[in-house]
Every structure is written in C-alpha cells, then in structure tokens.
C-alpha cells in the first residue's frame, strides 16, 4: 500500500502545557508514550509557535516547522468598534492564574492610589472565563470598581470590543507561550501591553510586525507609569495596518498558501 504521509499539528503543546489537567502517574506516562509516537512516525510537525519546537528533540525539529495561528480578515468585515464609557484596558480571552498575570493588578492597583482621579476615568474589561483565583485577586486589591468581568460573547461581538477599546492586554507564564489573540489585537490595529518578558516570543513577534506598538513588562512600577502616560496623555492611535507586509502573512489566507506548500511537498516526495 502506497505511504500517505500525515502531518502533526500542535496548536498547543500537548505534554507541557501550562493549564493542562495534572494527571494520574500512570496515565501521564501513558501520554508521554503517545506523544514520542506521534513525534516519531509524523512526516511533517507543524506548531503553533517556535518554543513548541524548541521543546521536541533536535531529530524531531528537523521535520518541524512553525505555522503560526493568525487572523481572518473576512471576520472584520462589517465590525463597527464597540463605544466604551472610560479609557478602557482590554484583556480577552481566558485569565487564570498560571498566566501570572498578578503584576496587572498590582500595577491597577499602584495608579489609581497615586492618581485616585482617574477612578471615575479608567477601567478594565476582562473579557471571557476568569478563575477564582482572578476573582479573589479583584477583591484582594479592592479593584470591582473598576475591573469590570464580561462573560464569553460571540467571536463577531468580542472582536468590535477588541476594536473598540483604548490598549488590549494580554499576559504569558513563559518567554515561549504565543497566545493566539495577538494576532487579532495587531489586526485591530491598537496599543499592546503586555504582561511578558521583553524578549518572550509573543512580543518579538508584535515588534517584526508593529515596533513600538508594545510595552511589555512584568514591574508592576513600570505598567502602572505606562497606563499612567497613555489615559493622562491620551497617546493612544491608530496604528496603520495597510502596507504592514509583516502583518499581512499573518491573515489566514497567506497561511494556508503556506501549508499547502507544506502539504505539496510532502506529496512530491512519496
């Protein structure tokens, strides 16, 4: 029987990811078994981001290769910006607490005990799932009045609210994880900050596309003067996307083309 040759595809890593559920001792091998299998007979390894690659054995990295998630531009079609009340952070996604996202708070918390002003004029909008452990931290730094939780919404009406907002947030455990909704946030064209290490695959990725676009820190002191600039100043704009050719390979077309590259070739070769 002729070999078809299959691809792997990991969105997300299977054995070291971040809020996988623990396992018991027995089943946690049984899946590092599976994985080694799967590693070893795929002809092609696709992964969402290098440090899933980087992860693997250099055997392994050599028939890997990077095939980032992205954005549909058809998805923005029509979107009309979500009109926020006050100079609004955004965070959209899920927020738990092995994302360490613990310096935002802090940082919330920091600028509004040394400008108390602005609590009628700013506000953070958590959009998605958020875990106890983000609830309890609200109410530890006493910040419900203006850290506002808004349950899953449709992908459309989440993304006029990406549109809409003054500085989308996100936040990242490691240097290695990319989370997906950065695609998006530079497609909408908006102020970044990052809950990340300066040198994190995430935000390199937002400087090839955008420099400049994204602050990135883990000093609460230092996010706290950052949000403190951008609602006193109001230095926030539009960050032109037409010409932006690096934004551009990362719209879903362009990736398809380059997994169907991917697949053209290993069918030339059986």
């Known amino acids: 029987m002729k070999h078809r040759p299959w691809i792997a595809d990991f969105r997300d890593p299977w054995i070291e990811k971040q809020h996988r559920p623990k396992r018991i001792q027995p089943l946690e091998q049984f899946e590092k078994y599976l994985e080694k299998i799967v590693l070893r007979d795929a002809d092609c390894i696709l992964a969402a981001w290098p440090g899933i690659i980087r992860s693997f054995e250099l055997a392994v990295e050599e028939k890997s290769q990077v095939l980032t998630n992205g954005f549909d ?18 965070y959209a996604g899920s927020l738990f607490k092995e994302l360490s996202p613990l310096p935002m708070f802090k940082a919330l918390d920091l600028l509004m005990r040394i400008h108390p002003k602005l609590r009628q004029r700013i506000q953070l909008v958590l959009l998605g799932r958020q875990d106890a452990f983000i ?14 939780i808004i349950p899953q919404i449709p992908h459309r009406e989440c993304l006029e609210y990406i549109l809409g907002a003054d500085v989308l947030t996100f936040s990242v455990p490691d240097k290695q994880w990319i989370p997906s909704k950065i695609f998006e946030y ?46 006193l100043n109001r230095e926030v704009s539009d960050c032109g996307i037409q010409n932006n050719r690096q934004l551009w390979e990362f719209e879903r077309r362009q990736l398809a083309k380059q997994l169907a590259h991917t697949l053209d070739t290993l069918v030339n070769q059986v």
């Not at 931290?137 to 203006?146: F, H, N, P, R």
């Not at 908006?190 to 990725?205: E, K, N």
């Not at 596309?209 to 990135?216: I, S, T």
Request: hydrophobic share 40%.
């Open 186 to 231: 530079l497609r909408a064209s908006r102020p970044i900050l990052a809950i990340a290490d300066q040198d994190s695959d995430a935000v390199q990725i937002i400087a090839r596309v955008n420099p400049g676009l994204c602050l990135a820190s883990r000093d609460p002191e230092h996010i706290a003067r950052y949000m403190s600039n951008l609602v």
């Open 135 to 148: 609830r309890d931290t609200i109410k530890k730094y006493e910040l419900e009045y203006c850290v506002h």
């Open 73 to 90: 531009e058809e998805d923005f079609r029509g979107l009309k910006p979500h009109v926020f009340p006050k100079f609004t952070f955004l």
